[in-house]
């Protein structure tokens, strides 16, 4: 168990497809990330939730729409989507303001556009 | 902007020897976070050890140590008596002291040889 659950594990989509991802957390943190981990290229941060507010998004294309209903759970709506989005899609979650204690993350979902 | 460069994409190390991973990152802040991050095949990122800028003192933590030179902003990471399960990728990670986003470096795979 790792405090930090997401599904599916894995995603084939085509390109007109919709699907979503979900993370879910019960560790009582109260900010959520989406990362996207491609080969060979350092993670790249999404979206950052803080106490349900969406603080950041980092010019991320509007094919990837986030979604923040409760402190527990983080979705990633997913349409329209490329093929270079093909990558693992991996949630954090951290305590807010303490940062500096690490994240947890979940497992991933490895996600494949054709 | 931060930027952490992992300048090792492959290492090897035979089971039971010790191995250093090179990390080094780019900053104008003073006070923050480092982090190493362990990801085996499961895909779940698993914190192994953070240092605080802050702290002169080396972290430790059981057979993982690190080698933290903040004049030189680097921080490496020494695995001693590498075992079969310390294979996986290896990531450094920033985190500012104010801050939410982690920056990671490209990664490092680790093979531990039998």
């Known amino acids: 168990e790792t405090g930090v659950t997401q599904t599916p594990r894995h995603l084939v989509m085509g390109m007109t497809n919709k699907k979503s991802l979900k993370c879910e957390q019960h560790?009582?943190?109260?900010?959520m990330y989406w990362y996207k981990q491609s080969a060979k290229k350092p993670l790249e941060l999404m979206f950052v939730y803080s106490l349900e507010e969406r603080v950041e998004n980092n010019s991320v294309p509007s094919r990837f729409s986030p979604e923040c209903p409760n402190s527990s759970h983080l979705f990633l709506h997913l349409h329209t989507l490329q093929p270079e989005d093909s990558a693992l899609y991996l949630c954090?979650?951290?305590?807010?303001?303490?940062?500096?204690?690490?994240?947890?993350f979940g497992s991933g979902t490895r996600l494949t556009v054709v | 902007a931060q930027t952490v460069t992992q300048s090792q994409p492959e290492m090897s190390v035979q089971e039971a020897e010790t191995v250093t991973l090179s990390c080094t990152y780019d900053t104008s802040e003073n006070n923050y976070y480092l982090f190493w991050y362990k990801q085996p095949p499961s895909r779940q990122m698993i914190l192994v050890i953070r240092q605080e800028a802050y702290k002169q003192q080396n972290a430790t933590e059981n057979r993982f140590s690190v080698n933290f030179q903040k004049a030189a902003k680097s921080f490496s990471l020494k695995i001693s008596d590498s075992q079969l399960g310390d294979t996986a990728m290896y990531f450094c990670a920033f985190l500012k002291n104010t801050g939410n986003q982690f920056y990671f470096g490209t990664g490092t795979s680790l093979t531990v040889i039998p």
């Open positions: 954090a979650s951290s305590q807010n303001g303490q940062g500096g204690y690490g994240y947890t």
């Open positions: 560790l009582g943190h109260n900010a």
